[in-house]
C-alpha cells in the first residue's frame, strides 16, 4: 500500500536556528515528492517538489528538501526559521494519485 | 486573480441530509481534486478530475459524487449526509496532476 510518514506531530524550535521536517515515503515507483505549507484557517499553499535530478530542492521561503532515495526520505529544511514558519507543513507523494502525510505542525518560537 | 474559489465556506447539515460543496477555478487548470482533512489524518482524496466530462475515485470516495461539466468547476455532492462526513474539504486544481496544486480556502461542514 501506498503510504506517506511525518514521524513528528509537532517540531519545536528557536528562532534563528535550523530546522528539519521529516518525511518518510512508502510508494512503488518513481513518484514525484511535494512539500505543502498550511496556514490556520487557510487552504495549503505549494513551497517545493522533487521530480529528478538534484537531490537537493529548492522552493519558496528559503526551504529546502532533500531527497533520500536508499531511505525513501524527504526532508524539509531550513538553515534559519523565523517566527513566521509556524504553521502546519505536510508532505505529499504522486504516481497515480496524490497520498499526503498527516502533517508536523511547526513551533517556531522567539 | 481569484484562483480557487470554494462555497460555502461553513455549513452545518443534518443527518442524512444532501447538499453540493461548490469549487471553481479560473486558472484554465486540467487537474482538479477534492480532499478532506482530519486531524491526524492529513488530506485523502476523495474524488479527482482530469478534465472535463472525467472524473474519477480517490481514496475515501463512499458517500461522495462529482461530475466535470466544464473545465472551471468541480462540484462535490453529498448525498445523505453522515455525522462521519464532519470534515473540512478542500478543492484543488493544477495544470496536470503532478504540477503544483492550488488549494482553495476550505469549506468546514458539521453533521448532525
Known amino acids: 500500500a501506498q503510504s506517506v510518514a511525518q514521524p513528528e506531530d509537532q517540531v519545536n524550535v528557536a528562532e534563528g536556528n535550523p530546522l528539519t521536517v521529516k518525511c518518510t515515503y512508502s510508494?512503488?515507483?518513481?513518484?514525484?515528492l511535494f512539500w505543502y505549507v498550511q496556514y490556520p484557517n487557510r487552504g495549503l499553499q505549494f513551497l517545493l517538489k522533487?521530480?529528478?535530478?538534484?537531490?537537493l530542492v529548492k522552493g519558496s521561503y528559503g526551504f529546502e528538501a532533500e531527497f533520500n532515495k536508499s531511505q525513501t526520505s524527504f526532508h524539509l529544511k531550513k538553515p534559519s526559521a523565523l517566527v513566521s514558519d509556524s504553521a502546519l507543513y505536510f508532505c505529499?507523494?504522486?504516481?497515480?494519485?496524490?497520498?499526503f502525510g498527516s502533517g508536523t505542525k511547526l513551533n517556531v518560537k522567539p | 486573480n481569484a484562483g480557487v474559489t470554494q462555497t460555502p465556506k461553513f455549513q452545518v447539515l443534518k443527518t442524512g441530509q444532501s447538499m453540493t460543496l461548490q469549487c471553481a477555478q479560473d486558472?484554465?487548470?486540467?487537474?482538479m481534486s477534492w480532499y478532506r482533512q482530519d486531524p491526524g489524518m492529513g488530506l485523502r482524496l476523495i474524488h479527482y478530475?482530469?478534465?472535463?466530462?472525467?472524473?474519477d475515485q480517490g481514496e475515501v470516495p463512499n458517500g461522495y459524487n462529482v461530475s466535470r461539466s466544464t473545465t472551471e468547476d468541480f462540484p462535490l455532492r453529498l448525498l445523505s449526509a453522515a455525522p462521519s462526513q464532519t470534515s473540512v474539504y478542500f478543492c484543488?486544481?493544477?495544470?496536470?496532476?503532478?504540477?503544483?496544486?492550488?488549494f482553495g480556502q476550505g469549506t468546514r461542514l458539521t453533521v448532525v
Open positions: 505529499a507523494v504522486t504516481l497515480s494519485k496524490f497520498y
Open positions: 522533487y521530480i529528478t535530478g538534484d537531490n
Open positions: 484543488a486544481s493544477s495544470y496536470f496532476r503532478d504540477a503544483e496544486a492550488f
Open positions: 486558472m484554465n487548470h486540467e487537474y
Open positions: 478530475s482530469v478534465g472535463a466530462g472525467i472524473t
Open positions: 510508494v512503488s515507483g518513481n513518484p514525484y
